[in-house]
């Protein structure tokens, strides 16, 4: 019990750090991305946070699995390092013992990973459409930037805004200039307003106090107009549903599917939990390190088995949806790879004899 508390904390310790070092790169990475995005205007300010929010989220069931491989390999590099493996064996800990307290907290993972692939991350999916979808739908004034020069999307206006309110319904010192076939037509207010009309549903821009100039088509003279109040309508976006990807499917729909791309999508679903276990246990096997080769002597091995492992199930994912591989054998055939490993590399490591039933251990 002693033991198996003991272990419990170290991988858990570990796989916080590891996990959290991991969640802050790509969250910076991501942050920065979007960032960029609402500087060049693609995205609205108040969304970042959601599409922010929905990255970190859609990524958890991926980081997981790979964040608890290396906190197994990093934690038991360190005993084989400090003897400490050396110790458990000693007091008579046998090392199909020591795989089986792994298990522990192993099983917790994959449930956890398996709660994000079969049913959080096919929601998150569904809601980050329904966002894109929704931010489409949204009026082009959403995405101008106070102190700069803005073009609207099927408009030959251009928008000048010195400042915006925080709720950017209000609009100061603003300027405005079209007119089709070359003709000038410019406005100019102190402060605007954006107005929907709640019959037709049209977006307006509404200008107070301002000036408008024109040229005259047959003088050619510059006109100018005062007005208390200037209309001028936002053209509206025609927006299509986003085709969902099969990530945004539910699972139970990919079960009844016959398609062999739904069957790609729910082998790489079943995946990632047994991902997990396999991983756990073949960690455990390859942190095999003497006090000389130091607690990273086998990070490198471990992480190219990781990549070949992910490439192959990729590649197999890639095979099912196109019909290469029937979806009865899926990714199995992997799975099954990767326990012939385990089991090759135990028995070199251990023996054998663990492995027997028990009484075939008494005759021995």
């Given amino acids: 019990m002693i033991i198996k508390r003991y272990l419990w904390k170290e991988l858990l310790f570990t796989f916080g750090a590891v996990f959290l070092v991991l969640v802050l790169i790509m969250a910076g990475h991501t942050f920065v991305r979007y960032m960029g995005f609402v500087a060049e205007g693609r995205v609205s300010a108040d969304m970042v946070l959601q599409l922010f929010g929905i990255k970190l989220a859609k990524a958890m069931g991926q980081l997981l699995p790979f964040a608890w491989f290396?906190?197994?390999?990093l934690t038991f590099g360190r005993l084989y390092k400090d003897n400490e493996m050396t110790i458990f064996s000693a007091v008579g800990l046998p090392s199909i013992s020591l795989l089986r307290l792994v298990m522990g907290p192993t099983l917790l993972c994959a449930a956890l990973v398996a709660l994000f692939t079969f049913y959080l991350d096919p929601l998150n999916q569904?809601?980050?459409?329904?966002?894109?979808?929704?931010?489409?739908t949204q009026s082009e004034m959403s995405a101008v930037t106070a102190g700069r020069f803005n073009t609207i999307k099927g408009s030959d206006r251009v928008f000048y805004v010195e400042s915006i309110s925080d709720d950017r319904q209000e609009m100061y010192n603003i300027f405005?200039?079209?007119?089709?076939?070359?003709?000038?037509?410019?406005?100019?207010?102190?402060?605007?307003?954006?107005?929907?009309?709640?019959?037709?549903?049209?977006?307006?821009l509404v200008l107070q106090d301002g000036y408008r100039f024109e040229r005259d088509p047959v003088s050619g003279d510059l006109l100018r107009y005062e007005y208390e109040e200037a209309s001028i309508r936002i053209e509206q976006p025609e927006v299509t549903s986003s085709s969902r990807k099969r990530r945004a499917y539910p699972t139970e729909q990919l079960w009844l599917s016959d398609?062999?791309?739904?069957?790609?999508?729910?082998?790489?679903?079943?995946?990632?939990?047994?991902?997990?276990?396999?991983?756990?246990?073949?960690?455990?096997?390859?942190s095999y390190t003497t006090p000389r080769e130091g607690r990273?002597?086998?990070?490198?091995?471990?992480?190219?088995?990781y990549i070949i492992y992910s490439n192959l199930l990729g590649m197999g994912k890639s095979w099912i949806a196109a019909g290469k591989v029937d979806p009865l054998i899926g990714l199995w055939w992997i799975h099954l790879l990767a326990v012939?490993?385990?089991?090759?590399?135990?028995?070199?490591?251990?023996g054998g004899y663990e492995l027997l039933p028990q009484r075939f251990r008494r005759h021995k």
Wanted: hydrophobic fraction near 50%; avoid cysteine; glycine fraction near 6%.
């Fill in 176 to 204: 405005i200039q079209g007119g089709s076939d070359g003709a000038l037509d410019v406005f100019s207010a102190p402060r605007a307003r954006q107005m929907v009309d709640r019959e037709s549903g049209d977006r307006y």
């Fill in 126 to 136: 569904e809601y980050y459409y329904k966002l894109t979808d929704q931010a489409a």
């Fill in 259 to 286: 398609d062999p791309k739904d069957s790609a999508e729910l082998h790489w679903r079943l995946a990632m939990p047994l991902s997990v276990l396999l991983l756990s246990l073949l960690a455990v096997l390859l």
């Fill in 296 to 305: 990273f002597g086998k990070l490198f091995i471990a992480l190219l088995a």
């Fill in 70 to 73: 290396i906190s197994v390999t």
């Fill in 340 to 350: 012939l490993l385990i089991i090759t590399l135990y028995i070199r490591r251990y």
